[in-house]
Structure formats: C-alpha cells, structure tokens
C-alpha cells in the first residue's frame, strides 16, 4: 500500500457505504493499483502482514523472484485464513451447543419454579 492510502483519509477510518477508492498496493518491488472500498485502518493492516510475510520468507528462501516470493506469501495467507475459518466454525458450534444446553437448564429451572 502507498502512502496515498495513508494521506486518503487521515485520521478517518471510515467510508460511506458503497464509496471506493483507488490505492497502490506496493510487494517486493511490484505494484499495482487497485480499486477498493476498505478503510485505511484496514489497508494499513494488511500492508504490514504482508510486507512482514514478505519479509520473513524473503530472508529464509533465497534465489526465487519477487513474484515467485508473493505468490508463496499469498498462498500461505490464503492456507491461514482456511484455517482460522474451520477453527471459527469449530468455536461458533461449541459456543451453539453451549448455550443450548444453558437454555435447557435455565427453562428447565424455570418450569420447576411455576
């Protein structure tokens, strides 16, 4: 991300819904631009995981391109976002299950009160 995205709203990190806008996006010495309607908050965020990502493997896998290196970090972002959201779907089940079986004691309690 450029420091345009920086100075396209600073100090609000909030759009109208439906507004966009335009940003670089800068890896590796490649950059592109792209149309986008999340927040600057959002945008800075996710420049620093990746440039960190990009970082990190930059200085463990030696002789691949720049290209090559964000197409390794992408997909690894991509492999973590799958897993934390089956992990997501595992919570929102037992925390489901959970509160069914609070329920069932509370209105259970209840009954034996009326």
Do not use: N
């Not at 991300?1 to 759009?15: F, I």
């Not at 492999?79 to 089956?86: C, F, G, H």
């Amino acid at each position: 991300m450029s420091a345009e995205a920086d100075k396209w709203s600073e100090g609000q990190d909030l759009l109208p819904r439906g507004q966009s806008k335009v940003t670089e996006l800068s890896l590796g010495g490649l950059s592109i631009k792209v149309k986008t309607d999340a927040t600057p908050a959002l945008l800075r965020q996710t420049r620093d995981l990746v440039e960190a990502r990009f970082e990190e493997y930059s200085s463990k896998v030696k002789g691949i391109s720049s290209h090559q290196l964000a197409v390794l970090v992408a997909y690894t972002l991509g492999e973590e976002l799958l897993k934390e959201r089956e992990r997501l779907k595992s919570l929102k089940k037992k925390v489901l299950e959970c509160s069914e079986g609070l329920l069932d004691r509370v209105e259970a309690e209840l009954s034996d009160l009326v």
